[in-house]
């Protein structure tokens, strides 16, 4: 191959750059040229197919820095649908005119599911992106336990998980993390940090939402922060334990620090931020609001009185509050581990399509032996036997359910990814960087500017 193309697809995380760069520069050693699909499939929706050459004379663009998060090339959530077997054709015919042999879509499970049409047509293959770390298994044969029932329901069919027959193990996971997922986390626990601090003072109980849908691993991972519960979506809410939870905590220590992953679901599997429902264009539901949900049930279980006998407050709704990170969890400086591995992916995507491997997934193994490495792992063997790909969950043996913590296991599979996952560079760069005067004298200079300047089009 002598082109090759890349696109970002889905939310954006903040080690896309990192991602795009491992590609450009393994393909420069490679002696390939790099196009960048500007906005993910949204470029090849567009009969003009704006795009940018991102290697020149086999340079990276000085704009591709992996410091920086978000992407060059621009991300939307766009989708193919795999139905949609003529705008595939379309896309093949455009990338065609382009002289791209192969493509490179950076993204999650959602683009993987809509990539799969585009794989019949063209060698395409994944790099993982998501900070929500849903993308892989937990075990090879995972995808096979999903059961399917018609439902009145739209799709009008549900999804349901039979037993494990499997003995799980650390080591057996398909892409045991994905690029992204150690910033998120980092982020999230300095957010627990900070609140904690206010609400000791103020003796307050705080409900901290983080970002992750139906997966509870950022959640998991924000115990470095040390809250005291974390409710995860995998885990349905047990009210009564919670409720007696959080006053053997506030007795105690006049403050509780609690974080829910925006995902988690009552009894009847509900999930409680469901309150604005809409979907992004790949069927994703958009969770919002989880946190106030759980704020108002606490607020009448545990009612005024509680809190008034204690002298700490006045009501329920003066002492609960909740705070959503939210946006920032995705964005800026990519810690160490994630440029890092994201680089290492990026190239492995080159290697892969080089190889003319098709339909595969660039993957980050984990073994006591070798520690991290990299693999490819056939696309297909992720679906479901409908050609479904499931988002991730926590397994279960990752969570205590009763002490609303990591497990043993829990956290034995944070402590392969985070304790060396700050670099001494991030640190430097928040002493250079944070207060810089130029910071102050000079507005700020989006990468979009100048890679504007770059983009070409088909006609
Ligand atoms: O999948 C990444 C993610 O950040 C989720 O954790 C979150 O639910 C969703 O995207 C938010 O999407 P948007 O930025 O479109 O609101």
Known sequence: MKRIGILTAGGDTPALNATIHGAVVRANELKVEVYGLIKGFNSLFNPRVPHVHLNPLFQPIPELDPTIGGTIIGASRTYLSPENHDATKTFVERLHRLKIEGLICVGGDGTLNGMQPLTELLPVVLAPKTIDNDLGLNYRSEPDEWQRKSSDKAPGHAYQRLSSQTVFDLERMINFVTPGFATAVYVSVAGVQRVRTTAESHRRIAIIEVMGRRSGYIALGSAYGRPDIILVPEFALEIERLVERIKELYDLQKNVLIVCGEGIVDQQGNELGVEKVSQDPAGNKMLSGTAEALRQILIKRIGDKYFK???????????????????????????????????????????????????????????????????????????????????????????????????????????????????????????????????????????????????????
């Open 309 to 459: 006998d204690l002298r700490r407050g006045e009501s329920a709704a003066e002492v609960i509050f909740t705070r959503t990170i939210g946006h920032t969890l995705r964005g800026g400086r990519p810690l160490l581990f994630d440029r890092f591995y994201a680089a290492q992916l990026g190239g492995k995507a080159v290697d892969l399509l080089l190889e003319r491997k098709n339909n595969v997934v660039a993957t980050l193994q984990w073994n006591r032996q070798r520690g991290f490495h990299l693999d490819g792992f056939d696309g297909n063997s992720l679906r479901d036997r409908w050609g479904h790909i499931h988002a991730r969950q926590l397994h279960p043996s990752f969570y205590d359910a009763h002490a609303m913590k990591p497990s043993r296991a829990g956290i034995e599979y944070l402590m392969q990814i985070l304790p060396g996952a700050i670099g001494h560079d991030d640190v430097e760069s928040i002493r250079n960087n944070f207060f810089a005067a130029g910071n102050l004298l000079e507005p700020y200079h989006s990468f979009n500017t100048d890679v504007s300047k770059r983009i070409r089009y088909l006609e």
